[in-house]
């Protein structure tokens, strides 16, 4: 997500064709994708460091899994162009959900501490 997140503020024009091609969301401008980067480089942050860690996994996952899910017309075509690259995103879905699922366990240099 991290490498999505730059793509906003080193190429917005990108940022707004991705929003309109594959989430139906047209008239992005330059502002509103900057603070949807800004919004998303927190969230990493907090997922990081491991920071309300229910609430930054949680939408960590449900984010990648829009994400995973809008691109399905690239599923049906995998030997098109580079539509081979979007099932990478499936094990990285099942990782965010193992992620959140043991969310409780994933301690180690985590701003939460280990729980007694």
Known sequence: MLIWTIDKF???AHA????EHFYFLPGFGG????????AELLLLLGF?????SRVTYGLVFLLHAGSTFSSFRQ?????EGSNILFFAAWPMLGACFALYYLRDLDTLWSVRGKKS
């Open 10 to 12: 080193v190429r917005p």
């Open 16 to 19: 707004v064709s991705v929003y």
């Open 31 to 38: 502002t509103i994708i900057y603070v949807i980067g800004v």
């Open 48 to 52: 990081v460091i491991g920071f309300a």
């Open 75 to 79: 599923y049906l075509h995998p030997f």
